[in-house]
């Protein structure tokens, strides 16, 4: 207990909860709206959608545990998870339920990489949208290259990796190297020149297959040149077709998206670009074996035709009698076809001739009675059966008949030829139709 002397200087007593909000509302006071940078540490999101974590400094010396309402954590663009460095913005407060202190957050961010990542996605998102990382730009590679370029440090591991790899795979394939830098302010220059430096040797008759643009893993800082905007246009405007193995599996670069072809690591680079040369000694023996075997089978088959014709051919007598038996035999029915065909025409013969007397009478029969009728037809039309009739007919001189009064003289001589005579007329007068 303490020693209480004059009433007016007690010591005031405080509520639990008083003291509690009282200290928060200083907290707040003070350390509103501050920015802390940490490592996320227990991470967990609760079903209500509010994600709860403690803040640790790089060294694991301190710690603070924060809240995050679910409104501000669907801000994030990103999901936190152990060990993250990032940066928050909130404040403090007191949790009252246990008096603990606690930093209500209201925006994250990724501290140091995570300001790199942001320049990423935005550089991306630009290229992205101008075409460069279109699949339909995509370049096969060669299927067989006799020569690649590899664009990388001389002093990187990934140079003895690929150079080992194609060693092994593909030792007859010419590696043509171009050296730069692939870290540091002044790597993307010195990488965008070697790029050009290849394509001047593919134009000037190198002719070069691929281009190899490798290098180890790292953080994102030491692949940055790799997502510098000139590297990665220069990747996706190369002459040649580009695999691109930067850093490892996990690893990705803008240059990733620009590149013909992505490879997870720079070996992965040298054998995706180079088949191995056993494997293809192999498939060569298999097509070998396979083109033996089918010609093989063709010569077995002309051999077998060869000895079935020399079978034939070594004995010709036989042959001969053969063909002279199959001759005979033909002759043969020959002659007994033309012996029936000349019996059956002497036993139809009688009545073959009676058909044909009988078809010559019904024929002349017939013909008879068409002359009757024409005949009778022709009388009938007959001028002289008109003449019968009282009837004659006028003709001038020369024999034409006169058939119009306009076509007749006065003293014109004219023939008036009757049924039994002809008159010989001298015309007096003509009296035409209507001149009355």
């Known amino acids: 207990?303490?020693?209480?002397?004059?009433?007016?200087?007690?010591?005031?007593?405080?509520g639990v909860q008083a003291l509690v909000q009282a200290?928060?509302?200083?907290?707040s006071a003070r350390f509103g709206g501050c920015v802390v940078r940490g490592e996320i540490s227990g991470f967990t999101r609760a079903a209500s959608g509010h994600g709860y974590f403690t803040l640790k400094d790089e060294h694991g010396q301190a710690a603070l545990r924060c809240?995050?309402?679910?409104?501000?954590?669907?801000?994030?663009?990103?999901t936190p998870s152990e060990g993250m460095l990032v940066e928050v913005r909130g404040n403090?407060?007191?949790?009252?339920?246990?008096?603990?202190?606690?930093?209500?957050?209201?925006?994250m961010r990724?501290?140091?990489?995570?300001?790199?990542?942001?320049?990423?996605?935005?550089?991306?998102?630009?290229?992205e949208a101008e075409g460069l990382f279109a699949s339909e730009r995509k370049r096969a590679m060669p299927a067989y290259p006799k020569r690649v370029a590899v664009v990388t440090s001389l002093a990187a591991a990934a140079l003895r990796d690929v150079l080992t790899a194609l060693a092994r795979r593909a030792p007859h394939v010419e590696v043509w190297i171009a050296p730069t830098s692939v870290q540091g302010a002044e790597a993307p220059a010195q990488i965008v020149?070697?790029?050009?430096?290849?394509?001047?040797?593919?134009?000037?008759?190198?002719?070069?297959?691929?281009?190899?643009?490798?290098?180890?893993g790292g953080s994102l800082e030491d692949l940055w040149a790799f997502n510098d905007e000139r590297v990665v246009r220069a990747v996706a405007a190369c002459a040649v077709p580009v695999i691109c193995g930067v850093g490892h599996e996990t690893d990705v670069t803008l240059a990733d998206f620009a590149a013909d072809l992505r490879a997870?690591?720079?070996?992965?680079?040298?054998?995706?670009?180079?088949?191995?040369?056993?494997?293809?000694?192999?498939?060569?023996?298999?097509?070998?074996?396979?083109?033996?075997?089918?010609?093989?089978?063709?010569?077995?088959?002309?051999?077998?035709?060869?000895?079935?014709?020399?079978?034939?051919?070594?004995?010709?007598?036989?042959?001969?009698?053969?063909?002279?038996?199959?001759?005979?035999?033909?002759?043969?029915?020959?002659?007994a076809a033309c012996r029936d065909r000349v019996r059956w025409a002497g036993q139809n013969l009688p009545a073959l001739d009676a058909r044909m007397k009988r078809s010559v009478a019904l024929t002349l029969e017939r013909a008879a009675r068409q002359l009757q009728s024409s005949h009778e037809r022709l009388e009938s039309l007959s001028p002289a059966r008109v003449l019968e009739r009282g009837y004659a007919w006028l003709q001038n001189e020369q024999g034409h008949p006169v058939v119009s009064a306009a076509e007749v003289a006065v003293g014109q001589p004219l023939q008036g030829v009757l049924r039994d005579g002809v008159l010989q007329l001298n015309v007096t007068g003509v009296e035409r139709s209507g001149s009355r």
């Open 110 to 127: 990724r501290a140091g990489a995570g300001a790199l990542y942001e320049q990423f996605l935005r550089l991306k998102a630009k290229l």
């Open 193 to 216: 020149s070697a790029l050009a430096e290849v394509a001047m040797a593919h134009h000037a008759g190198q002719s070069i297959d691929a281009v190899l643009l490798v290098r180890g």
């Open 1 to 14: 207990m303490w020693q209480q002397d004059r009433e007016d200087h007690s010591p005031r007593v405080w």
């Open 92 to 107: 403090l407060a007191v949790y009252e339920a246990r008096g603990e202190l606690q930093m209500v957050i209201e925006s």
């Open 23 to 27: 200290v928060g509302d200083s907290l």
């Open 67 to 78: 809240a995050m309402f679910r409104r501000a954590l669907s801000q994030v663009d990103f």
């Open 264 to 335: 997870p690591t720079p070996t992965a680079a040298a054998e995706l670009v180079a088949k191995d040369r056993v494997e293809l000694l192999n498939q060569l023996d298999g097509v070998q074996r396979h083109m033996t075997l089918r010609v093989q089978q063709r010569l077995d088959a002309a051999a077998q035709r060869l000895d079935q014709a020399a079978f034939r051919l070594s004995r010709p007598a036989q042959v001969l009698g053969r063909q002279r038996q199959q001759l005979a035999l033909l002759e043969h029915r020959l002659l």
